[in-house]
């Protein structure tokens, strides 16, 4: 086995439990991937999810000796980040927990952010009386070994705080995720009679849109499989949604299929979105490009596993 990849979290903005939704899971983000000969821990983000992904280790792994865990966060949006005080490893002695995560420019780093989740005004446990060994580890883009044959390459996305998109790879298998984050567009008026136009602006708004989308695309280049933010339709996205920083179904296929990726995985459903919505878009994106492509869809689910 090269990789395994199981979905613990997979709604975006705010969990959303109850029987609607029982179909595709409520949590918020969080993904396990095991990955080489010794299946090394690998978790996507500590959304509502990571709280059964941890009683899962702890009962699956932690008998089999102390557990070492590397949790790569996108960035520090409630929803990818609030799972993470019921994270039970964090109280486990010996535990050895590796944070990654965004460099935010701001005064406070991860250990800040994150560890300010567990303080007396939020949580009944200090960050100062966790029992795990817990290192934060702060991410620019770059490429770098992870151990045991895993490389990462992280890309910068575009959402409203700053948002990594990470790259894994192991022996010739790569996994692809980005979330949260919108395509990037001309934000200069393009239209001679508005307000503010100047043709010169404008075209380099539309060179620079176009570049760093071709960024993102080159990313993603024949990824076996990519996880992308997926919360809204075409239609959705541009008659409300437009700088929420999340991309459209139509957008994530048409790109997959230009980066010529095996199979792209619908992530970060919206909160509103019921089990019986999902199962007719996927069943309509599948029959607009059936015949027309080689790239696999679906729709992220809780318990799915995936294996390389």
Same mark, same amino acid.
């Given at each position: 086995?090269?990789?395994?990849?199981?979905? +613990?979290?997979?709604?975006?903005? =705010?969990?959303?439990? $109850?029987?609607?939704?029982?179909?595709?899971?409520?949590?918020?983000?969080?993904?396990?991937?095991?990955?080489?000969?010794?299946?090394?821990?690998?978790?996507?983000?500590?959304?509502?999810?990571?709280? /059964?992904?941890?009683?899962?280790?702890?009962?699956?792994?932690?008998?089999?000796?102390?557990?070492?865990? *590397?949790?790569?966060?996108?960035?520090?949006? +409630?929803?990818?980040?609030?799972?993470?005080?019921?994270?039970?490893? =964090?109280?486990?002695?010996?535990?050895?927990?590796?944070?990654? $995560?965004?460099?935010?420019?701001?005064?406070?780093?991860? *250990?800040?952010?994150?560890?300010?989740?567990?303080?007396?005004?939020?949580?009944?446990?200090?960050?100062?009386?966790? %029992?795990?060994?817990?290192?934060?580890?702060?991410?620019?883009?770059?490429?770098?070994?992870?151990?045991? $044959?895993?490389?990462?390459?992280?890309?910068?996305?575009?959402?409203?705080?700053?948002?990594?998109? #990470?790259?894994?790879?192991?022996?010739?298998?790569?996994?692809?995720?980005?979330? *949260?984050?919108?395509?990037?567009?001309?934000?200069?008026?393009?239209?001679?009679?508005?307000?503010?136009? /100047?043709?010169?602006?404008?075209?380099? !708004?539309?060179?620079?849109?176009?570049?760093?989308?071709?960024?993102?695309?080159?990313?993603?280049?024949? %990824?076996?499989?990519?996880?992308? *933010?997926?919360?809204?339709?075409?239609?959705?996205?541009?008659?409300?949604?437009? !700088?929420? $920083?999340?991309?459209?179904?139509?957008?994530?296929?048409?790109?997959?299929?230009?980066?010529?990726?095996?199979?792209?995985?619908?992530?970060?459903? /919206?909160?509103?979105?019921?089990?019986?919505?999902?199962?007719?878009?996927?069943? !309509? #994106?599948?029959?607009?490009?059936?015949?027309?492509?080689?790239?696999?869809?679906?729709?992220?689910?809780?318990?799915?596993?995936?294996?390389?």
């Amino acid at each position: 086995m090269s990789i395994k990849i199981r979905f +613990w979290g997979v709604r975006g903005s =705010i969990p959303a439990p $109850g029987p609607r939704t029982m179909g595709y899971g409520g949590n918020t983000a969080c993904i396990e991937l095991r990955m080489g000969e010794n299946e090394k821990i690998i978790i996507l983000d500590a959304g509502s999810g990571i709280r /059964d992904l941890g009683a899962h280790l702890i009962k699956n792994d932690l008998p089999k000796g102390p557990l070492s865990i *590397d949790l790569l966060l996108t960035h520090t949006h +409630w929803d990818h980040i609030l799972g993470f005080p019921f994270f039970s490893p =964090i109280f486990i002695p010996n535990t050895k927990l590796n944070v990654y $995560g965004p460099v935010t420019y701001e005064e406070d780093g991860l *250990d800040k952010i994150i560890g300010g989740l567990l303080t007396y005004r939020y949580f009944p446990v200090k960050q100062s009386e966790l %029992a795990a060994e817990i290192n934060y580890i702060p991410l620019k883009e770059s490429t770098f070994d992870l151990g045991e $044959g895993v490389f990462v390459t992280t890309k910068y996305l575009n959402h409203p705080i700053l948002c990594l998109g #990470y790259r894994f790879e192991h022996k010739g298998r790569s996994v692809v995720t980005a979330f *949260d984050t919108e395509p990037f567009r001309n934000l200069f008026p393009t239209d001679p009679s508005q307000p503010g136009y /100047d043709p010169l602006v404008a075209e380099e !708004g539309e060179k620079v849109a176009s570049e760093e989308n071709e960024k993102i695309l080159n990313f993603m280049k024949g %990824a076996d499989v990519i996880i992308h *933010d997926a919360q809204y339709t075409e239609e959705e996205l541009n008659k409300s949604y437009l !700088g929420w $920083g999340h991309s459209s179904f139509e957008h994530v296929i048409k790109t997959a299929h230009r980066a010529r990726a095996k199979r792209v995985v619908f992530f970060h459903h /919206d909160p509103q979105r019921t089990d019986e919505q999902l199962d007719e878009l996927l069943a !309509g #994106y599948q029959k607009m490009i059936r015949g027309k492509t080689k790239l696999e869809i679906s729709m992220a689910r809780e318990g799915e596993e995936i294996v390389l």
